[in-house]
């Protein structure tokens, strides 16, 4: 138990330290945004993809221009990782806002992101070296069904395996390489539900807030990087279609029965 009350202590310590110096960063230099530009997939639009970050002099682009393929939006990181410079502490934050638009008749039904990287921790015996990875979801309904409605917030936090996103070497013991994971399923559907909201989301707008963190001290050595990031789309027909479409497969079961009785 005391390994782990250690442990905590130094993760908290970590993200605590990391979450002060995002917040100080984002007063004083935010890197210039790279405007990735418009994707159309099968079901939706992507609108203005763009990536910023509050950690400068982290080199842009950390995500890179992503490839579409069906409803998702494919990110291969480019430059984005963490490991502190000697000893100390390194953060590096980057964020990704878009539009979503439904094509046609389709509603946004889910929005899922998953994440993947690795992380490394190595030093001498009893020496601190510890890595963290976390990312926050913001996103807001904005159309139903076509109509702009007052914009219904909703966030959420991916969850990371193993332990949390959280890496101690004094815990965890060495890793070269290690791979982490990250994922997180947003019900669109279910947030107009729970909001009294009848119909389908045909416009939103995300926002991803993505932080890597390392910390070690002398005689250790700390990273962790992004390697990969999917943004997919549920998309389904709105209620009205289904409506329509249930119609007319019922009225061609009825004439197959017809000709089949005459």
Known sequence: MQLDKRRLIRASGLLALAASLCLSLATTSWAAPIDHGNF????????????????????????????????????????????????GIDIT????????????????????????GDYTLFGVPGSVALASVSAAVYLDILEVDGSGIDPINVQANLVFSPTDGLFDLETGGPALARIWNGELVIDVAQ???????????????LTLSNM????????????????????SVGVV?????????GIGLLGLFLLGDRRRTG
């Open 40 to 87: 159309t997939g099968d079901g939706v639009s992507f609108v203005a993809v763009s990536e910023d970050s509050i950690t400068d002099p982290d080199t842009l682009p950390l995500f890179g221009v992503p490839t579409v393929s069906g409803d998702s939006l494919d990110f291969n990181g480019i430059s984005f990782g963490s490991t502190p410079d000697g000893s």
């Open 93 to 116: 934050n980057g964020n990704l806002t878009m539009g979503i638009e439904a094509l046609g008749s389709g509603v946004i039904d889910s929005i899922s992101v998953l994440e993947a």
């Open 191 to 205: 947030a107009l539900a729970d909001n009294g909201i009848e119909g389908g989301a045909s416009k939103v707008s």
């Open 212 to 231: 890597l963190a390392t910390a070690n001290a002398p005689g250790a050595a700390s990273f962790i990087n992004k390697t990969d990031l999917d943004i």
């Open 237 to 245: 027909p709105e209620p009205a279609t289904l409506a329509l479409l």
